[in-house]
């Protein structure tokens, strides 16, 4: 699925940090929609490549893209357009993004 959306072409990718990086140049882009106390929804993208992260306390929505996202206790899941997915917050994780990803994010403060 191509995202065709001209917000989409306005997302400027930063690289992630050295030490996360496994394999690949992976980048990032995000793009803030909304804000409150205690809550953010945003989009975010990526390019393709392997790293890992912690992560915080999110709900999101693929829109475009395949990802697999791995934890650290071995349980796998697929990414792709209309897959959902939560965190609790302080997750270790392993994202290869097979093809560039592009979720909606609500992020919420415990």
Do not use: N
Request: include cysteine; charged fraction near 20%; charge should be negative.
């Amino acid at each position: 699925m191509k995202t065709r959306h001209p917000v989409f072409f306005e997302l400027e990718y930063d690289p992630l940090e050295p030490g996360q990086i496994l394999d690949g140049e992976a980048a990032t882009a995000d793009l803030t929609l909304a804000e409150s106390p205690g809550e953010t929804a945003g989009l975010w993208s990526c390019t393709p490549g392997t790293f890992t992260d912690t992560e915080v306390r999110e709900s999101f929505l693929v829109i475009a893209g395949h990802a697999t996202l791995a934890y650290a206790d071995g349980t796998i899941h697929t990414l792709r357009p209309g897959t959902t997915h939560q965190f609790s917050g302080g997750e270790q994780t392993t994202w290869t993004v097979h093809e560039k990803l592009v979720k909606a994010y609500w992020l919420t403060s415990p």
